[in-house]
């Protein structure tokens, strides 16, 4: 391939909808706009082709139920479909298409393994596994992922702790965070200091501490805007019967542009996720897109998060488990406007010139210019 000659690109998924924001949004986004002639094949509700933002689309329709078809018989007509189209370099999204790394080392295609979560340490948190399996299933499952991502060419991974494990099988490692767009931020809007409204964005789960936060909420002098889809049904029965909920408004999975509002009429964003391994060394998208808004954050006590929140003074850490001192903190931060703006500002100056999407871009741009040539 000449330097002349744009790189022929072709991302895919078998798991994530076409739309989804680090792949498509941020990743294949940024590449087109350097110039690199790219196409998404991931899943869609019908099969269809087109283009949006200089990405040529390739929707797959699953045809299959239930997750063991989805991981053999669809991984693989994506896999193949992706073959078809004769790229320079493929970049792939799902643990379940490595299988499928020979097949694209065989042709001599460039092949990137993108890792966004740390399967192994993930395995440990699913209630659906039973416990005695979990961490037996977790040693073979990095053993599997860990061999098959020695074949890739190269891996992405969006945290440090995975780039770090993924060296250990593979010389071409990037780190690539999965930072907010600054596009997506209107830096003209002030959240809403004296509205004593609190925000969480993103799966609700108990994990991530919903029940923790309904019972702190009994304790709070606010309401909760609370946006996303819920883990189970069960979970979301339970959570409306506790008395925290009369203090909750619940919008649902919203859109990016009704998130944007709710920010703006809120004091504080919440993520208070409990100490889990795959969170303790997460960077969670929703603490920087609350910073980006404005709003001073009340986080989990991690060590990781505590450089960003407190070293930063961009708002405050507590021990996630504890009703009462998420409470505490919670009413502090409501009656006191200044300081939450305080707070709100110098998190919005985080984002700004430290983390954001723009600045991985063209970590990632890079990094695709060496793997190429």
């Not at 073979?140 to 440090?160: D, F, G």
């Not at 009413?331 to 919005?348: F, I, K, T, V, Y």
């Amino acid at each position: 391939m000449s330097s002349s000659t744009a790189i022929r690109v072709c991302h895919f998924s078998s798991v994530h909808p076409w739309a989804d924001i680090r792949i498509f949004h941020k990743e294949c986004v940024s590449l087109a706009q350097s110039g690199m002639d790219v196409t998404l094949i991931a899943v869609g509700e019908n099969n269809d082709e087109f283009s949006e933002y200089g990405v040529k689309v390739v929707s797959m329709a699953n045809a299959f139920r239930g997750r063991i078809s989805r991981a053999t018989n669809f991984a693989r007509q994506v896999a193949e479909r992706a073959l078809d189209l004769d790229a320079d370099v493929y970049h792939f999204h799902d643990p379940e298409l490595l299988r499928f790394v020979p097949l694209f080392v065989e042709r001599g295609k460039k092949i990137i393994y993108d890792v966004h979560e740390d399967l192994p340490r993930q395995i440990m948190t699913k209630q659906w596994i039973p416990a005695l399996f979990r961490g037996i299933l977790s040693r073979l499952v990095e053993t599997w992922e860990s061999s098959a991502a020695r074949k890739a060419t190269a891996i992405v991974a969006a945290t440090p702790l995975i780039r770090d494990r993924f060296l250990q099988v593979n010389n071409q490692v990037e780190c690539i965070f999965n930072a907010p767009l600054l596009r997506e931020f209107n830096w003209d809007v002030q959240p809403n200091y004296t509205s004593r409204r609190l925000i969480y964005i993103g799966l609700i789960s108990r994990k991530r501490g919903i029940i923790e936060l309904l019972h702190a909420l009994e304790h709070i002098d606010g309401r909760l805007h609370l946006a996303g889809r819920f883990e189970d049904d069960s979970l979301k029965q339970l959570c409306t019967q506790l008395p925290g909920w009369s203090k909750v408004d619940y919008h649902g999975v919203v859109g990016r542009a009704e998130i944007a509002k709710l920010l703006s009429e809120s004091a504080l964003g919440m993520v208070t996720l409990h100490p889990t391994l795959s969170y303790m060394d997460s960077y969670p998208i929703k603490m920087f897109e609350y910073m980006g808004a404005g709003l001073p954050v009340l986080a989990s006590d991690f060590p990781l998060w505590r450089s960003m929140v407190v070293d930063e003074h961009t708002g405050i850490c507590v021990d996630p488990m504890d009703v009462h001192m998420i409470a505490r903190i919670a009413n502090e931060l409501l009656s006191d406007a200044h300081a939450a703006e305080a707070m709100g500002e110098r998190g919005r100056a985080y984002v700004k010139s430290k983390f954001n999407w723009e600045a991985e871009a063209s970590k990632l741009i890079s990094f695709y210019h060496r793997i190429a040539n």
